[in-house]
């Protein structure tokens, strides 16, 4: 049996690195304000927002740099106890009617309503919805003209500006966080098991019992990719071949065949975890920021019901942001897939919100008929009041599943599951 360990946003998260959607636009707004100091118009726009200085009927015609000169809320004056950030000045800039204009585009002004409880997921669906509503409001509208052309433009320099603020984030290095180490490499536990599981759990244990009473080498050559101390689990080893009807099954035995890191980021924190005989199987499934143009942004749920529909319109404009289609332009997506064919295979979800943006490849893997076990680590919201978000996202892992029974027997239950980490 092998493990796949899928790999979201909640694991940058839980090692301290700023890579929420809130942390992405805070970042921007600090963008636009440095960028007033440099702006010789009374017009400050990109494909996002626009601001315009209002009243600016004089010879000498206020710019936003003027503005910023003038006005030290624009920067930060240290010797003066003074910290502005940019979401603080935009804010000023939005609620001043009389003296400023505001425009967001239709992409960012939805997704900037709730931001703090915005995810990425929520992000791609918000373009996911818009895209619905554009390409279904008139059958005879065009896809390639505005508002579909716009839309598509936006998300792709959302994901351009993307690119730029988690290249400043990687610059920080976080460290490696043990229990999760010890979770990834972690031996199978028969009770984490679907039905179907519990034979294949066997079947595994089986195969390493007769190896191991046969030789050596194959044993000895998992203890060494998994990094365990080798003197003590050769140690457990011999002593139950000596009576393996009485002694204690080694641990080595339930370790995974074969690893493989299936990474929805585009950063590399998973690399601390990543032992020097998996370094080929992290699968970037996403791209990474060091190749940008491996970078895939956009929707993936060919379940939904408007999907054959949209298809339907014939043109390339409603599906440029399809991630099932850009899969194509990568190996990573059949390197995937040809390990989850390989054999029967665990599921541990790290730091995923499994929400429908991914729905796509998430039912591909989950209603896999070599899947045996779906353990989701969730995330403590309130320690003292004992609340976390278990049941939250084994109701985003059910909406990838066609058959709930087999959800049910698939994902393992809360009793056996632990937070991705401990506050």
Known sequence: MN??????????????????????????????????????????????????????????????????????????????????????????????????????????ERIIKGLESKTWAGIEQDYYDLLKEYAFRDSTVNPNEPPIKALNQQLRYLQQLLVEYLTEVCSQKPDKIESIEDAIYAPFVKEDMSIEGEKEWEKHLEYWKGTTLKDDGPIEEKIDKFGWDYERAMHRINIWKESPKTSTI?????????????????????????????????????????????????????????????????????????????????????????????????VLIMGHSCGNSDRTLLNTIFEHPNCVSIKPYYYVTDKEKGTDNYIELVQHISRNFNDMKLMRDRVVNKTQCEPLVEE
Not at 41 to 53: A, G, K, M, P
Not at 258 to 268: A, E, G, R, V
Not at 306 to 314: I, M, P, Q, S
Request: proline content about 4%.
């Open 250 to 346: 080694p641990e080595a035995f339930y370790l995974p065949n074969d690893i493989m890191f299936l990474n929805f980021n585009y950063t590399d924190t998973a690399q601390l975890y990543i032992k020097p005989r998996y370094r080929n199987q992290e699968n970037h499934i996403h791209g990474q920021i060091s190749a940008p143009k491996s970078i895939i942004f956009g929707y993936g749920d060919e379940l939904d019901d408007k999907f054959k529909e949209l298809k339907a319109h014939k043109n390339n404009a409603c599906l440029s942001h399809v991630k099932s289609i850009r899969y194509l332009e990568a190996p990573n997506y059949r390197q995937m897939l040809s390990f989850i064919e390989s054999e029967p295979f665990q």
């Open 3 to 108: 493990r796949l360990v899928l790999i979201g946003n909640g694991f940058d998260l839980a090692h301290k690195l700023p890579t929420s959607y809130a942390d992405f636009i805070n970042w921007y707004w600090d963008k636009r304000m440095i960028g007033f100091n440099k702006d010789y118009s009374d017009v400050s726009e990109d494909l996002l927002c626009r601001f315009r200085i209002l009243n600016n009927k004089r010879e000498e015609r206020e710019t936003w740099s003027t503005l910023a000169f003038a006005h030290s809320y624009f920067r930060s004056i240290p010797a003066l106890g003074k910290e502005y950030v940019g979401k603080d000045v935009i804010a000023s800039i939005i609620e001043d009617t009389d003296y400023f204009e505001t425009k967001f585009s239709p992409l960012f």
